[in-house]
């Protein structure tokens, strides 16, 4: 599965920043045909546009907002639209919690072999020295130690190697994104906060794979994923312009592009990895949190759209949407 996932860190909204990295826009860019693709791909998609909604059923209403998990200073006014809904709520619902990342970092502390080689081969030996001589490159740029970034686990090494180097600064700083600026105003307030994700469990989908498949991931993306800050640049761009759908399609394009065989079949696993399936395991929790309740629901933007999406989820539930 992470060979799929690996792909996805390089291009996906929660790993990257756009402010900070310029204001390339690959999806300008297109050319007629691959406009035409993309126009397609999205189009089947229910509610493919729109970062904020309102589900209302009864007495119950559902303040829903697609996120970024890192801070760009563009978040200021969304969360300044959104804090009034969350001081007033009886429950903020998010992907995971402060609470939950802490104790993914306490858990590279407790069990460093998920995270690191401990033992045998580092990188320099398992890539090779042509693949190596680009990883160490890439990881310079984002200021860290060759030495160290030679004992990542792959699956952790592509995770680095999605952050854009501009994007370090702001991450170095302690800025936070959309969903932990919701949180902070939450605690203050006094409104309880629960999570949707179970960390560790989420976890697992990037570092259960034997090391053969995420070194396969790992070449990938480090021969595909050349221009980290101007795929950053595009898809936050699409966050921002509220073409939500049209940002996670634009996967397909680039896989298209770079002619890697089986493109369809990956991006399809990756679509049920981490959205259709996570989606699904949500649809159940949302419902019932939210039964009879005045709710904030915060999770990343590409969860919205499609027929999984939380929307569509909400909608099966009785509840009436409209964008705000």
């Not at 050319?31 to 229910?46: I, Y």
């Not at 995420?214 to 966050?239: K, P, V």
């Not at 298209?256 to 699904?280: H, T, V, Y």
């Amino acid at each position: 599965m992470i060979r799929v996932i690996a792909f996805l860190f390089a291009i996906m909204p929660g790993f990257a920043l756009a402010q900070a990295c310029g204001t390339t826009d690959l999806i300008r860019a297109l050319s007629t045909e691959e406009r035409a693709q993309l126009d397609a791909l999205g189009a089947p998609h229910a509610h493919p546009n729109g970062n904020t909604w309102r589900a209302t059923k009864g007495e119950s209403q559902v303040i829903v907002v697609g996120t970024l998990h890192i801070p760009d200073p563009r978040l200021a006014p969304i969360a300044e639209k959104i804090t009034p809904f969350v001081r007033d709520a009886d429950l903020l619902i998010l992907e995971a919690t402060a609470e939950d990342q802490a104790g993914l970092a306490n858990l590279a502390s407790e069990r460093p072999d998920l995270f690191f080689l401990t033992e045998g081969p580092t990188l320099i030996d398992l890539l090779g020295e042509d693949d190596w001589s680009l990883a160490s490159e890439r990881v310079a740029e984002l200021g860290l130690p060759s030495f160290m970034a030679a004992k990542f686990q792959p699956w952790y090494m592509n995770l680095t190697l999605a952050t854009p180097p501009c994007a370090m600064a702001l991450l170095a700083s302690g800025e936070v994104g959309l969903d932990r600026r919701l949180e902070m105003v939450a605690e203050a307030e006094g409104v309880p906060v629960t999570a949707l994700d179970d960390a560790e469990a989420l976890l697992s989908l990037f570092a259960s794979d034997p090391i053969e498949i995420q070194l396969e991931a790992l070449r990938l993306t480090l021969t595909t994923q050349a221009d980290t800050e101007a795929n950053a640049s595009t898809l936050i761009q699409a966050y921002f312009d509220e073409r939500v759908r049209e940002g996670w399609e634009f996967a397909r394009i680039l896989l298209n592009r770079a002619g890697i065989e089986g493109g369809a079949a990956m991006f399809e696993d990756m679509n049920s990895a981490l959205l259709d399936g996570r989606n699904l395991d949500w649809e159940p929790q949302i419902v019932a949190q939210a039964e009879d309740k005045n709710v904030v629901l915060a999770v990343g933007a590409a969860h919205l759209s499609g027929e999984t999406g939380v929307l569509r989820a909400l909608e099966r539930a009785g509840y009436v949407l409209e964008p705000f």
